[in-house]
């Protein structure tokens, strides 16, 4: 490390995003709840067409419409703005602390990659919590329409191909909507943010 050079780790920013987390748990909640959510509805869709398909030996899946997906598209967008607004607000919640952290010496990019690293975490839990429950509902799903003792059996592959779609996009969805929050938190000036008053 060079003399008078601030260095800012991965482990550094998932310690610290980690921590922010614990301690706001309630809007990290919120916003778990809200990838959960889109990310429960989209993979329920798509593991119904499986379950449908699998029993109509292996035939187009006759179980799930156009027109739902359209609303997972509906309800992914609502999560997107959702959790842009909880980290704007965030952001103006920790002028002081960013204030402090810059004039400490960390630089524009430290900061965006703390808010980043903060976002991927919470899509993650966002994406296994909500490809949990939507496996469960087309679990149940498909088990009321064909009987508990019918229920098909997909493939394992598409299983764990699924579950690694739905946490990849609830993480690319989580930090694309933290960007633009992250943005304006890291183009802070550390005088005016150690002015501002909430």
């Known amino acids: 490390m060079e003399p008078g050079r601030v260095t800012f780790k991965l482990g550094d920013a998932l310690r610290l995003g980690y921590e922010y987390i614990k301690r706001r748990r309630d809007r990290a909640i919120i916003n778990v709840a809200s990838v ?34 359209w609303m997972v598209a509906v309800a992914l967008a609502v999560s997107v703005i959702g959790i842009a607004n909880a980290m704007l607000i965030a952001v103006f919640e920790r002028y002081r602390e960013i204030g402090t952290m810059k004039c400490l010496g960390a630089l524009d990019r430290h900061i965006l990659m703390l808010f980043l690293i903060e976002s991927s975490i919470v899509g993650a839990i966002g994406g296994v919590t909500g490809f949990t429950a939507g496996a469960l509902a087309a679990l149940l799903s498909a088990a009321i329409s064909a009987g508990f003792s019918n229920i098909p059996g997909i493939p394992l592959a598409e299983v764990i191909g699924l579950f690694s779609a739905s946490t990849f996009l609830s993480i690319l969805l989580s930090v694309s909507a933290t960007l633009y929050p992250a943005w304006r938190a890291a183009r802070l000036d550390p005088v005016e943010a150690l002015r501002y008053e909430l």
């Open 36 to 69: 959960g959510l889109a990310i429960s509805f989209f993979s329920m869709i798509v593991l119904a067409e499986a379950f449908h398909r699998v029993q109509s030996g292996g035939g187009a899946g006759l179980g799930v419409e156009a027109y739902q997906y």
